[in-house]
């Protein structure tokens, strides 16, 4: 049986209200038609996401770890033992010990003060340029610094690339014929720099997550990719399916990422201890079937999508999510060369931390493989590479298009020419 068609929208609506009372009625009819109720669509997947939340909440209280722990020796060597695996297919995240030589990733980090220090940064840092991560007194915390020599020899080193490789083929990257990404081959999607210093003091980052706002909803392509939670086949939903994720776009946005990232992640150039403003997420994979399920309930306004709104973090929040919130877990104390990734869709937050004892530093690269989307991407952030400037989904402070010391064509190895589109 054919069931009713959605509206979509593939910009960001004029009117946003009424394309949102729009979508939620059709969302609802579809439903419906497909012989099932909302509620019970619903329950279906409160289910799933509350099994996960009791597994964390007793997996903590026995002392144990909840974040799965991999070591990069194991990838390299493909013997990651099925245990890990499926429980990283369940909590979606991971953290990768020795995925760096700790003295290469101190030395990664030293490096990066020399590259800013001698271009004068911090004389000439004019302050935020979004308003996404707060900055203490005059030095930054994130740095707006791509092309470093430092980040661009990890973003083009082998250990990424099997990384990546590794974290790519946890997706579904072909079904039906269609091969949707590269699971080989990784785009060198460029971000920044968090060096927070010892001392600090940050009011963090409240749960959020990344995957887009209400282009969620109401693109063509996400309707596609999220179609057994509208369907009525929600018992079918796969988190990590990469149907329709790849060509899909985003409404434009100060939040938004051009790129299909299969992970987000970033690499410790500091030692970390947990308790000093780390990241924490609700390491379900499955709980963004319950975030796009919520707001079609009854109690939730025509007009409202739990808060969710364009150019704005999609929130995570008490009043609709609390039993997701239960399960929000911090990572283990992390090392100097370690890594950390959480799925793409998965909801995340930064710890507040007063006085941080010793530097919190990292650098951010995430799983980017190739596919259309990247490789569309991928055309604008060669010209940010080659000027120097800052890639077109950060704010436009272009510090290093004058820095002669940044990360040259030439030095580009293979990984990084085939990244950037430069070679096959
Ligand atoms: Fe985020």
């Not at 509206?7 to 969302?27: C, F, H, M, S, Y």
């Not at 499926?86 to 990664?108: K, N, P, S, T």
Request: with cysteine; charged share 25%; glycine share 8%.
């Amino acid at each position: 049986m054919a069931l009713p068609e959605l509206p979509n929208w593939e910009t960001t609506p004029d009117d946003v209200a009424g394309a949102i009372r729009q979508v939620k009625a059709a969302l609802r009819t579809r439903i419906d038609a497909s012989g099932r109720t909302v509620e019970e669509v619903f329950a279906v997947m409160e289910r799933r996401v509350l099994a996960e939340v009791e597994d964390i909440v007793a997996t903590r209280a026995r002392g144990e770890e909840v974040w799965p722990v991999v070591r990069y020796t194991d990838i390299a060597n493909g013997t990651v033992d099925p245990a890990t695996l499926e429980l990283l297919q369940r909590r979606g995240c991971l953290i990768v010990r020795g995925h760096f030589e700790r003295d290469q990733a101190l030395a990664w980090d030293a490096d990066i003060v020399d590259y800013v220090e001698s271009n004068r940064f911090f004389e000439t840092y004019r302050g935020p340029g979004d308003d996404f991560f707060g900055s203490v007194g005059s030095k930054p915390e994130i740095y707006p610094i791509y092309w470093s020599p430092a980040q661009m020899q990890a973003r083009q080193s082998d250990r990424m690339a099997r990384v990546q490789q590794f974290l790519n083929q946890r997706w579904t990257h072909e079904k039906h014929g269609v091969r949707w990404f590269d699971p080989d081959r990784d785009s060198l999607y460029p971000d920044r720099i968090r060096r927070r210093p010892e001392g600090a003091n940050s009011a963090g980052l409240g749960a959020h997550l990344d995957a887009g706002t209400l282009d969620l909803w109401m693109t063509q392509a996400y309707q596609r990719a999220f179609r057994h939670l509208f369907d009525g086949t929600v018992e079918q939903y796969d988190p990590w399916d990469a149907s329709y994720r790849t060509d899909g776009p985003q409404y434009a946005g100060t939040t938004m990422c051009a790129a299909f990232r299969t992970f987000q992640g970033w690499t410790a150039l500091s030692d970390m201890a947990n308790d000093q403003g780390v990241l924490h997420t609700v390491p379900i994979a499955a709980a963004f079937g319950y975030l796009l399920l919520r707001p079609l309930l009854s109690d939730v306004a025509d007009d409202d999508m739990c808060g969710v709104n364009i150019n704005k973090v999609f929130p995570v929040k008490e009043q609709w999510h609390a039993p997701l919130l239960d399960a929000i877990s911090g990572i283990p104390d992390v090392q100097a060369g370690d890594s950390v990734w959480w799925h793409c869709d998965m909801v995340h937050s930064v710890a507040p931390v007063t006085n941080q004892q010793g530097w919190g530093n990292v650098m951010y690269i995430p799983a980017a493989p190739w596919c259309p989307r990247n490789e569309a991407y991928a055309s604008s952030v060669r010209e940010a590479f080659l000027t120097g400037s800052s890639p077109t989904d950060f704010p436009e402070e272009h510090y290093e298009q004058t820095w002669t010391n940044r990360f040259q064509p030439e030095d580009l190895n293979r990984t990084g020419r085939r990244g950037l589109g430069l070679a096959d």
